[in-house]
């Protein structure tokens, strides 16, 4: 069983920063993808960020910039530096990794979520 443990969420005033983590744990032998998405009530999740086991980073156009995702390999983490955070950035965020198990499978997993409150 894997499972993604989130933290780091909480109130922040405009222009502030928050940084998430994410520890992924279980027998996993590898983790490819790993990202954060974020959903706002009554709205579908999108995309924040992702990054590959190499490093390569994928960003939403509405996160450029101000975002920026890390992760390290060996203690299977992933992390979500906020800066200059907006109202709008108002969302309940969830990490997502594909990892591979020791047994030769894969799956998808999320995290439970963690708030994130921008006030204005």
């Known amino acids: 069983q894997v499972q993604l443990v989130e933290s780091g969420g909480g109130l922040v005033q405009a222009g502030g920063s928050l940084r998430l983590s994410c520890a992924a744990t279980?027998?996993?032998?590898?983790?490819?993808?790993m990202g954060w998405y974020r959903q706002i009530p009554g709205k579908e999740r999108e995309l924040v960020a992702t990054?590959?086991?190499?490093?390569?980073?994928n960003y939403a156009d509405s996160v450029k910039g101000r975002f920026s995702i890390a992760r390290d390999n060996a203690k299977n983490r992933v992390y979500l530096q906020m800066n200059s955070l907006k109202p709008e950035d108002t969302a309940v965020y969830y990490c997502n990794a594909d990892p591979y198990l020791y047994d030769g499978s894969s799956l998808e997993v999320w995290g439970q979520g963690t708030l994130v409150t921008v006030s204005s």
């Open positions: 990054i590959t086991r190499g490093g390569i980073t």
């Open positions: 279980g027998s996993i032998f590898r983790i490819n993808d």
